[in-house]
């Protein structure tokens, strides 16, 4: 039996919500945001208090990265982040 449980991040833009499911998501949704506002990495990285090898790495999908850099990169960029939680599901032989 496998049981899963999750949290679905997405993030709103535009055209609506943007599931997140890998860091390199959440990183090429940050580099589009960043190049909409016309910023370079330099200036964004000083928007967004973070040094610039953090956000290129962020932007370039490190899996490793700080959550709370991290919050702190979307309310700079002022991109919004919200979660849904799913229900339990359960697989497999009973």
Do not use: H
Request: hydrophobic share 45%; aromatic share 6%; charged share 25%.
């Amino acid at each position: 039996m496998v049981l899963s449980i999750g949290i679905t991040f997405t993030i709103m833009n535009i055209v609506g919500a943007v599931k997140i499911t890998t860091a390199e998501d959440i990183g090429r949704i940050i580099r589009q945001k960043r190049k909409e506002d016309g910023l370079t990495l330099e200036e964004a990285a000083a928007v967004c208090c973070v040094s610039y090898p953090f956000l290129s790495a962020l932007e370039n999908g490190k899996e490793t990265v700080r959550f709370d850099k991290l919050l702190q990169v979307l309310r700079g960029l002022g991109i919004d982040l919200s979660a849904s939680i799913r229900s339990w599901n359960t697989r497999g032989d009973a």
